[in-house]
T-cell receptor, first 115, second 115 residues
Framework: NAGVTQTPKFQVLKTGQSMTLQCAQDMNHEYMSWYRQDPGMGLRLIHY???????DQGEVPNGYNVSRSTTEDFPLRLLSAAPSQTSVYFCASSNLLLGVGSPLHFGNGTRLTVT | AQTVTQSQPEMSVQEAETVTLSCTYD???????LFWYKQPPSRQMILVIRQEAYKQQNATENRFSVNFQKAAKSFSLKISDSQLGDTAMYFCAFMKHVRGQNFVFGPGTRLSVLP
């Protein structure tokens, strides 16, 4: 059982480049989300999805796009990378069928540096 | 909007001693969930403990226990018999009692366990 798989683990981009961070889960979780982690700020929600075909914005969505065409995959796209997007990105999922209050299961994160 | 505060950016404790990490939150909700997550240097996010607000009994998981004070909106984590492997960032998180609701994380406390 792989859980939540994020790729790549590390990435360096130049300002203006675009890229996609991949996230896949094999637990059939309806809920998936993307967070960014910055020092002293905890984890901030970028985008989330409660099921295939449904996405919504979180606290810090600007500069990012998501799609949810399948239950398993939830890629995060950086449209035009900026130095302010240098961060560690986490994908997380939870099982809504277990009821309210199900914990988040996290991937191992992607460290992104934009120069 | 809910906010989560962790007032101790860094703490240290001697091996085998007990340490308490503080967390306060602001909400007008009556039903909700609280979590503590641990992030060791490997960057992995690991669920430590979960508390349901409508349960008065404090949650415990082996050496980890919480002191949940609903009226004071306080949710502290006590680690007993600290071990070197407890060295990590610890994040407190809040979730409303709503299906598909998002988590709100605190800024984290960096705990160092000293030999």
């Amino acid at each position: 059982n792989a859980g939540v798989t994020q790729t790549p683990k590390f990435q360096v981009l130049k300002t203006g480049q675009s890229m996609t961070l991949q996230c896949a889960q094999d637990m059939n979780h309806e809920y998936m989300s993307w967070y960014r982690q910055d020092p002293g700020m905890g984890l901030r929600l970028i985008h989330y999805s409660v099921g295939a075909g449904i996405t919504d914005q979180g606290e810090v969505p600007n500069g990012y796009n998501v799609s949810r065409s399948t239950t398993e995959d939830f890629p995060l796209r950086l449209l035009s990378a900026a130095p302010s997007q240098t961060s560690v990105y986490f994908c997380a999922s939870s099982n809504l069928l277990l009821g309210v209050g199900s914990p988040l299961h996290f991937g191992n994160g992607t460290r992104l540096t934009v120069t | 909007a809910q906010t989560v505060t962790q007032s101790q950016p860094e703490m240290s404790v001697q091996e085998a001693e007990t340490v308490t990490l503080s967390c306060t939150y602001d909400t007008s909700e009556n039903n909700y969930y609280l979590f503590w997550y641990k992030q060791p240097p490997s960057r992995q996010m690991i669920l430590v403990i979960r508390q349901e607000a409508y349960k008065q009994q404090n949650a415990t998981e082996n050496r980890f226990s919480v002191n949940f004070q609903k009226a004071a909106k306080s949710f502290s984590l006590k680690i007993s018999d600290s071990q070197l492997g407890d060295t990590a960032m610890y994040f407190c998180a809040f979730m409303k009692h709503v299906r598909g609701q998002n988590f709100v994380f605190g800024p984290g406390t960096r705990l160092s366990v000293l030999p």
